[in-house]
């Protein structure tokens, strides 16, 4: 059964760190990009960031570029979003989710990523 599961979400005061991780199991992440996605409430879901496992390529919205960062463990097949400076408008339900990296673009665009975990929730407030 090919799954993602992610962890690591949490409450956390303004300028404060989080880090997520997304585990895959039942599949190898090797041929897939993963993308982490959020969706705070009234607004529509959008993308953060994405890593193309094989060869960590990584690609951020604007809103978090310097902010968060991407990595992989690839003995692991694990994707780990490192936040940092959170803001309050980073609060959302974040979720991870994959699709075959080739080929590859539009890396943002939610209808072409085939598996999506259940998401965790971040929290930034004071």
């Known amino acids: 059964q090919l799954q993602l599961v992610e962890s690591g979400g949490g409450l956390v005061q303004p300028g404060g760190s989080l880090r997520l991780s997304c585990a895959a199991s039942?599949?190898?992440?090797?041929?897939?990009?993963i993308g982490w996605f959020r969706q705070a409430p009234g607004k529509e879901r959008e993308g953060v960031s994405c890593?193309?496992?094989?060869?960590?390529?990584?690609y951020y919205a604007n809103s978090v570029k310097g902010r968060f960062t991407m990595s992989r463990d690839n003995a692991k097949n694990t994707v780990y979003l490192q936040m940092n400076s959170l803001k309050p408008e980073d609060t959302a339900v974040y979720y991870c989710a994959a699709r075959w990296s080739s080929p590859f673009s539009r890396w943002s665009q939610e209808t072409l990523y085939n598996y999506w975990g259940q998401g965790t929730q971040v929290t930034v407030s004071s």
């Open positions: 890593i193309i496992f094989s060869d960590g390529s990584t």
């Open positions: 039942g599949f190898s992440l090797d041929y897939y990009a």
